[in-house]
């Protein structure tokens, strides 16, 4: 007599199977959202006020994460530092992401000579390194917030393209396409109301990856000295402006490493861990 072991279950959560490492990512990444959203409202200090007569300051009971170079609050510099690089990320992404699927659904679309011209453009656009791309825009027109975004989403567009053009390409071999173009329907409607519901799951993962590459990317920028200026600072300035500290093993250079390394991991680690059903448009 033989006894079945039967499978463990993971825990359900609205009819989808949740992983404890997802809701795990999803807790860390929820928590930086709303630091970024409310941070000016949370800070103890202001990010410029210098509070400590020491640089580079111990972790205490009024320093949380102790003090940076000119002696200021690196806790309060590390939430709006959340601030700038959620924020500036995220509107990048979100621009990259909309021009670039939907100029692959069009070009998926229509197809002929506007599908090769653009693909031919956006490939040589792509050809280009993004740090090197990201390092001449922003040291020929400046480093404010809106080149920031608008340079960050130019580099990553051809990417979303590609890959939504490459899903939308075979939804358009699909039977009931063929049926809608027989009815007469026009592109427009097929694109909106054909090709995106059956593309959507996938698009929202790659949204995902695209987010950790603009982040780091930014920080990159931000390193080198061509992101944020001062009296801004993301978590890339932050370092960069501290890196000093870095052979006294001081919070200052330490803390916002982290910053970015628990935000990039955590949005790979929810993708990884994000149900069938939402990853898989077959599913």
């Not at 002929?112 to 001449?136: C, E, H, M, Q, Y």
Request: proline residues 6%.
């Amino acid at each position: 007599m033989t006894t079945k072991t039967l499978p463990r279950r993971t825990p359900s959560m609205l009819g989808y199977n949740v992983s404890p490492v997802g809701i795990l990512a999803f807790a860390i990444i929820l928590g930086w959202t709303i630091v970024a959203l409310f941070a000016p409202y949370i800070i103890p200090y202001s990010v410029g006020e210098i509070v400590d007569t020491d640089y580079f300051g111990p972790m205490s009971h009024q320093l949380w994460l102790g003090s940076d170079y000119l002696g200021r609050d690196m806790f309060s510099r590390v939430l709006m530092g959340a601030r700038y690089t959620v924020g500036i990320s995220l509107a990048a992404v979100a621009l990259c992401c909309f021009c670039g699927v939907t100029l692959g659904m069009i070009a998926a679309a229509i197809g002929g000579w506007f599908d090769t011209i653009l693909s031919r453009f956006l490939d040589a656009l792509n050809s280009i390194p993004s740090k090197l791309f990201g390092l001449v825009v922003v040291a020929a027109v400046g480093s404010s917030i809106p080149v920031l975004i608008i340079t960050l989403a130019v580099i990553y567009t051809p990417g979303a393209y590609r890959f939504a053009r490459a899903l939308a390409v075979n939804i358009n071999t699909m039977d009931f396409i063929t049926v809608a173009r027989t009815r007469g329907e026009r592109v427009g409607y097929i694109i909106g109301s054909e090709i995106l519901p059956n593309i959507i799951r996938p698009v929202l993962a790659d949204f995902g990856l695209r987010f950790v590459f603009v982040v780091l990317l930014l920080s990159g920028l931000s390193f080198l000295g061509l992101g944020l200026q001062p009296p801004y600072a993301d978590w890339g300035a932050l370092v960069r402006e501290n890196i000093g500290g870095l052979s006294f093993a001081a919070p200052a250079v330490i803390v916002p490493s982290f910053a970015i390394a628990s935000l990039t991991i955590s949005v790979n680690l929810l993708i990884d861990n994000l149900p069938r059903r939402i990853r898989d448009r077959n599913a």
